[in-house]
């Protein structure tokens, strides 16, 4: 039973490595996963007559649910600063003034700087299997979409890493990402696109292993219960 629910429990979160470099911007850590189930479309009336679609997380994704590791970005004087957390979705209605049905429902909105305008996209949303096209905008394939991950560093910076999938720089075909930095009302730096990443979610060998020893344990209390009343 111990090796049953550890299995479960492990089938339904992970966690997956990532690194990235590029632009003066460099770092490493991981996020914790797990399968992704689409909040709602932030119009309750979606749908209905007068109102647009309702839309829906891409199929495949998996939802960041936590973030540790350090980010180190030259340009915006930030080295090797501690991820302190996520910023968790706050799902809301697409800004731009042509709807684009496409767009998750997990979208949601950071305002850094509301007075001048200041925000930017994330969806905390994981593609093991790499982003599906899932906006206006022709390139898929990275670890995480356009949109991105959005979280916070030690000395009050908010980040932001996004994937612009096979966007041809510096090389066509290649993968490449963007990332911005804010503290305050200040945007710090902001690279479109041009940084390396890559990330790796643990092989299923793994909880085969971690199975594996959940059940030799429990059959060795197995035995020793037997022994004990054999002995009575």
Known sequence: MVAALAFGSQAR???????????????????DIEPDVSPPDPDPLCGTVGHDACRHDPP??????????????????????????????????????????????????????????????????????GSPIDCNFPFAGTFVDVFGVAFTLAGGYVADLWGDGDFPV???????????????????DNQFAGINGVAAVPEPAAWTFLLAGFSVLGLGLRRRRAARLAAA
Do not use: C, K, M
């Open 60 to 129: 495949g994704a998996w939802a960041i649910t936590g973030i540790s590791g350090v980010i180190t970005d030259i340009n915006a004087g930030v080295t090797d600063a501690a991820i302190t957390g996520l910023i968790p979705i706050d799902p809301a209605p697409e800004r731009d003034l042509t709807f684009d049905p496409l767009v998750p429902s997990s979208l949601s909105f950071y305002d850094y700087d509301p007075a001048n305008g200041g925000y930017f996209t994330y969806n905390n949303l994981f593609f093991p299997n």
């Open 13 to 31: 979160a992970s966690i997956a490595h990532f690194s990235i470099d590029g632009l003066g911007v460099s770092g490493h850590g991981t996020f």
């Open 170 to 188: 510096p090389n066509s075909g290649t993968q490449t990402y963007g990332f911005r930095i804010e503290q305050g009302t200040h945007e710090l």
